[in-house]
Structures are given as structure tokens and as C-alpha cells.
């Protein structure tokens, strides 16, 4: 079965530190896959080079078949890549609303042309986008808050955001860089529910989290990463009964 | 009564150049100091097209708007792609080393200036007619921008502001949408270039050099950074303190260094004490249908 996102042969370095080494991975849609590894692993580094944020040295991406590569980040992320920042980044001159508006896919405001001349396909796509961000933000628990401040929230909801924000560009392969960071009580539930949603909705989910509980509850497979490298593949349990592996995470 | 229409035109002008600017700097977050040159390169154009190739007026008039967009371009398509402090450096040698092209090239009149500038509307319907223009562009570029800023559109340039990789994370090119901002404000100037070059009718490069730059900056700066008012306060000060500094009756050499002076002491002092400028932004971008919201500056 081929997987919805395909990474061959992916090599990085910085000067000399390796952050890939040869990567090969496959994400399957309706799928969530955690990739576990100590600090410094490469997980982010990863995220970066399939997003397009960092260049590869060598190696190919293809998402649903079609070849990535040469694509800015923001072309992948139109192709249905998304992703979130382990920083959250949520852009705090706008609403909790607004950051998610901007999300949409097909954003009208991105076009002056279409904001000055068009505005009954505006408003037609407007009216779509606030009952979609809606829809998301109720699932989440966080309606309430829509037009607050994004920076006037905890940090939980902030993460909640988000990956609420990622979730409205229509992804196929969604990349999230430890979204429960931080995040604790109902903020929790609704994480693992909104993943878990996305998942069971045919989008590919790949998940850095140090938490382990949460990606025991949520991820079908887990991979493990260090030095750059994939180190195994297999179902979350095995890779934490792994004494090996347990070595090489607590380094002792 | 020319006097007052002349003011009344000038200021205009600048409303409408303080405007534009604002667009770049202030919504589109893009430092550069290349304004003055986008408003010779409309006054120019407009006015060699006219005068040496029977070019009509106001065709013309958008001819120069077309070319400061083009040049807008070319000055932000290489420099964003590596990054908005290349935009700056190269802004300035743009403003530079334009204005020297027009100052030795024979077709553009030199340094001396370019001269016998076809008039628009004036001779058929009076001095006022050319009033009511200029003042209704003024309006419509003030709304436009209030528009744009208020819009979706608006709502992203505040996105692309706050991060610009995030900006990217969710699928919006934020270099594309710098380019258009960049050029629409150069467009707008380029426009204000051709109504000030076909009343005036006489343009020398002097006029557009990069103390001009300072004024649009501090207009801007002590109005109000990213407000639909605040450019249009700023550039009624401005050219009012000017104005009045000319009943002092001091001698053109002591003057020109006295307004240089005043622009920059403003701006130094609006940074200390009121850094928001005279109308204040809102720390929130809002939309057309005012909401009441918590967390707003003044």
C-alpha cells in the first residue's frame, strides 16, 4: 500500500551535524504515526525538510503521487501538507477567528483583485469558512473564546489553536511538532480527539511528541529517530519495551 | 486664490503619497525609502508622453502609474526573495541612482528640469476643476487603502506581518502579496506624480530627491503607523509647519536645513513620547463591522 506522503533517501546536514541520514518513510492515510526520539533526534529537522522550510541535500518527497521537491512551502501546504510550529506561532494581531480564517483553503483575501471585484464569491466563501471554523472550534471545546485575543489565552488552548488552524486548509498530511507540550486537563481530550477525527477522516497524521502516554492513546505505529536516522519501526509498545531504544532515549 | 488652490493641491498630494506609503511600510510591514522616485518616475513619464509624443494627458497620467509599478517590481522581485533588509539597501540605491539616470538623460530636460508640461483641464474648465481632481483622488486613495486594510486582504497582510513562515504554513505566499502591496503604493505615487507634474508643468529632479523621503516617512511616522487617518494628519502637519516657517521670512539658505531639521527633530521626538504617532493603531486587526472587543489600544 502506498502511503499518502513518500520520503526516499533524505539527507541533511549543518556544517558537518547530520539531522537526516538517509530517511525512508511512509505515511498512510487515515493513519497516525508518533515519532518518538530524545532531544536532538531530528525530529523538527524533519518536519522542516517535508514542509519545505529547510532544503534537502539529497532525497525525494512525493505527496499523493506527485513530487514535492521543487515546491515552496506554501505550495505544499496547498497541495495538503500542513503542519504546526512546536512554538505554536498563532499570529497575535488577529482573533482566534481570524487566525483560522486565514487557514482556509482557497483564501480569498489573498487576491486584492478578488477582495475589490469579487465579493459575492467573498462573501459566498466567507459564510463557508466561519461555519467550518466554527464546526472546529466547537469540537475543540473553544467556541467561547472565537473572538479573543489569540495571546490573552493559556498556553493549551494556544497549542489547541494551532492545530485547529491547520486543520482548515483541507490537509491531506497533517505534521504535528509536539502539539500536548504544555497542554494539560480538557484541552488534553480534545487534542486527542481532534487527531483522532482527522485520522479517522483520511488525512495522514505523523506526530513528534515526548509525552508517551499520548502517543500510546493515539498513534496506530510509532517510529523512532536518533542521530538523524530512523532506528525502528513498530507498534508504540515495542519500540518503549525496547531496551536498546530505551538506552538510546535516556542516553544511559 | 492660485495660492490657496496650490496649497490645497500640495497637500492633497502628499495625503495621497503619505497614504501609499503607509500601505508599504505600515500594512505591508517593507521598509524602503524609494517613494520619492516612484512619484518622479509618474511625473515624468506622464510628462515626456505628453509633451514630446501627443500622448493625451490623461492617458498619459496612467502611463506613468504603469511605469512606477513596473519599476516597483523590479526593485522588489530580486531584493524580497532574499530578504526585507535587501529591499532597503536596495531601495535606497534605487532612489539614488534613479533619480542621477534622469538627471543625465537628454530627453528628460537634465538637470535643469523638464519644462512646458501640457496643463489638464485647466484651460477648459478652470483652476478649480484641477482642485476637484486632485481631491477626489485624495479620497478615493484614502478609502481604497481603508478598504484594503479592512478587507480579507487586510486581515492577511496583518497575518503576513505577525510571522511571515507561519503566513506560509497555511498556504498564503507572503513574497507575492509584498510585491502587490509594493506596487499598488508605488502605482498610487506614481499616479500623484502626474497630476502634481501637469499642474506644475515644470519638474527638475530636485523635487523628487531623498529628503522627500524623509517628509512621506515622518508624515506617516507622527500621523499614525497602519491607520486610515493618521498619514492624512501627518501630511496636513507637515506641509502646514513649512508653510508657516515662510512668513518667518528667513533667507532659502537657512530655510531648506530648518525643514530638514524639523522632520527629523518630530520624528525623534514622537519616538519618545508618543510613539504611536497622533492617531494611535489598534493593537488588533479588525474588520468593516466594528465589533466590541477586549485588548485594543486607544
Given at each position: 500500500m502506498t502511503g499518502v506522503l513518500e520520503v526516499k533517501n533524505l539527507n541533511k546536514s549543518f556544517d558537518g551535524i547530520v539531522v537526516a541520514r538517509g530517511i525512508n518513510l511512509s505515511l498512510t492515510a487515515g493513519k497516525v504515526l508518533g515519532l518518538i526520539g530524545p532531544n536532538g533526534a531530528g525530529k523538527t529537522s524533519f518536519f522542516n525538510l517535508i514542509s519545505g522550510v529547510v532544503k534537502p541535500d539529497s532525497g525525494a518527497v512525493t505527496l499523493a503521487g506527485v513530487s514535492i521537491d521543487r515546491l515552496k512551502s506554501h505550495e505544499r501546504v496547498?497541495?495538503?501538507?500542513?503542519?504546526?510550529?512546536?512554538?505554536?506561532?498563532?499570529?497575535?494581531?488577529?482573533?482566534?477567528?481570524?487566525?483560522?480564517?486565514?487557514?482556509?483553503?482557497?483564501?480569498?483575501?489573498?487576491?486584492?483583485?478578488?477582495?475589490?471585484?469579487?465579493?459575492?464569491?467573498?462573501?459566498?466563501?466567507?459564510?463557508?469558512?466561519?461555519?467550518?471554523a466554527a464546526d472546529v472550534l466547537g469540537r475543540m471545546g473553544l467556541s467561547q473564546v472565537a473572538d479573543a485575543l489569540v495571546s490573552d489565552l493559556p498556553y493549551g488552548q494556544q497549542k489547541l489553536i494551532g492545530v485547529a488552524r491547520a486543520l482548515m486548509g483541507d490537509a491531506r498530511c497533517l505534521l504535528l511538532d509536539e502539539p500536548m507540550a504544555g497542554v494539560e486537563g480538557q484541552s488534553y481530550a480534545a487534542m486527542q480527539r481532534v487527531v483522532r477525527d482527522a485520522a479517522d477522516c483520511g488525512v495522514a497524521v505523523c506526530v513528534v511528541e515526548h509525552n508517551v502516554g499520548f502517543i500510546q492513546d493515539l498513534c496506530d505505529e510509532g517510529v523512532f529517530m536518533f542521530s538523524g536516522a530512523i532506528m525502528a519501526r513498530g507498534s508504540v509498545a515495542e519500540l518503549i519495551r525496547d531496551p536498546q531504544l530505551t538506552e538510546l532515549y535516556f542516553g544511559h | 486664490?492660485?495660492?490657496?488652490?496650490?496649497?490645497?493641491?500640495?497637500?492633497?498630494?502628499?495625503?495621497?503619497?503619505?497614504?501609499?506609503?503607509?500601505?508599504?511600510?505600515?500594512?505591508?510591514?517593507?521598509?524602503?525609502?524609494?517613494?520619492?522616485?516612484?512619484?518622479?518616475?509618474?511625473?515624468?513619464?506622464?510628462?515626456?508622453?505628453?509633451?514630446?509624443?501627443?500622448?493625451?494627458?490623461?492617458?498619459?497620467?496612467?502611463?506613468?502609474?504603469?511605469?512606477?509599478?513596473?519599476?516597483?517590481?523590479?526593485?522588489?522581485?530580486?531584493?524580497?526573495?532574499?530578504?526585507?533588509?535587501?529591499?532597503?539597501?536596495?531601495?535606497?540605491?534605487?532612489?539614488?541612482?534613479?533619480?542621477?539616470?534622469?538627471?543625465?538623460?537628454?530627453?528628460?530636460?537634465?538637470?535643469?528640469?523638464?519644462?512646458?508640461?501640457?496643463?489638464?483641464?485647466?484651460?477648459?474648465?478652470?483652476?478649480?476643476?484641477?482642485?476637484?481632481?486632485?481631491?477626489?483622488?485624495?479620497?478615493?486613495?484614502?478609502?481604497?487603502?481603508?478598504?484594503?486594510?479592512?478587507?480579507?486582504?487586510?486581515?492577511?497582510?496583518?497575518?503576513?506581518?505577525?510571522?511571515?513562515?507561519?503566513?506560509?504554513?497555511?498556504?498564503?505566499?507572503?513574497?507575492?502579496?509584498?510585491?502587490?502591496?509594493?506596487?499598488?503604493?508605488?502605482?498610487?505615487?506614481?499616479?500623484?506624480?502626474?497630476?502634481?507634474?501637469?499642474?506644475?508643468?515644470?519638474?527638475?529632479?530636485?523635487?523628487?530627491?531623498?529628503?522627500?523621503?524623509?517628509?512621506?516617512?515622518?508624515?506617516?511616522?507622527?500621523?499614525?503607523?497602519?491607520?486610515?487617518?493618521?498619514p492624512v494628519v501627518g501630511a496636513l502637519l507637515l506641509q502646514a509647519l513649512p508653510q508657516a516657517l515662510t512668513f518667518l521670512h528667513l533667507p532659502p539658505s537657512v530655510l531648506g536645513p530648518i525643514q530638514g531639521l524639523l522632520f527629523t527633530g518630530l520624528v525623534l521626538v514622537f519616538m519618545f513620547v508618543r510613539p504611536q504617532g497622533l492617531v494611535p493603531a489598534e493593537n488588533v486587526w479588525r474588520d468593516r463591522t466594528p465589533r466590541s472587543r477586549t485588548g485594543e489600544g486607544g
Open positions: 496547498r497541495h495538503g501538507l500542513s503542519r504546526t510550529w512546536q512554538h505554536i506561532r498563532l499570529f497575535p494581531s488577529l482573533t482566534v477567528l481570524d487566525n483560522l480564517l486565514v487557514g482556509t483553503h482557497d483564501y480569498p483575501g489573498e487576491s486584492l483583485l478578488s477582495v475589490l471585484l469579487a465579493h459575492a464569491r467573498l462573501k459566498q466563501h466567507d459564510k463557508i469558512a466561519r461555519e467550518r | 486664490m492660485e495660492y490657496v488652490y496650490g496649497i490645497i493641491i500640495i497637500v492633497g498630494l502628499y495625503v495621497v503619497l503619505a497614504t501609499s506609503f503607509n500601505l508599504i511600510i505600515g500594512y505591508g510591514g517593507l521598509v524602503s525609502i524609494a517613494h520619492p522616485v516612484f512619484f518622479a518616475l509618474g511625473a515624468y513619464t506622464s510628462a515626456v508622453l505628453s509633451r514630446d509624443f501627443g500622448v493625451p494627458v490623461l492617458l498619459a497620467m496612467f502611463a506613468g502609474m504603469v511605469v512606477a509599478v513596473v519599476a516597483s517590481v523590479a526593485l522588489t522581485l530580486p531584493t524580497l526573495r532574499v530578504s526585507g533588509d535587501y529591499l532597503l539597501i536596495a531601495s535606497i540605491g534605487f532612489q539614488l541612482g534613479l533619480l542621477e539616470v534622469i538627471k543625465n538623460l537628454r530627453f528628460t530636460g537634465g538637470p535643469g528640469g523638464f519644462t512646458n508640461i501640457p496643463p489638464f483641464l485647466i484651460r477648459d474648465f478652470g483652476r478649480e476643476s484641477y482642485v476637484i481632481l486632485v481631491l477626489a483622488v485624495t479620497i478615493a486613495v484614502v478609502l481604497l487603502v481603508r478598504l484594503i486594510a479592512r478587507s480579507d486582504y487586510g486581515r492577511a497582510m496583518s497575518a503576513m506581518r505577525d510571522d511571515e513562515q507561519a503566513f506560509a504554513s497555511v498556504g498564503r505566499d507572503a513574497m507575492w502579496m509584498k510585491i502587490v502591496i509594493f506596487g499598488l503604493g508605488s502605482g498610487i505615487a506614481g499616479f500623484a506624480g502626474a497630476l502634481y507634474a501637469h499642474y506644475y508643468r515644470f519638474i527638475t529632479p530636485e523635487q523628487f530627491e531623498i529628503l522627500q523621503s524623509a517628509a512621506i516617512l515622518t508624515m506617516v511616522v507622527v500621523g499614525g503607523v497602519r491607520t486610515t487617518w493618521g
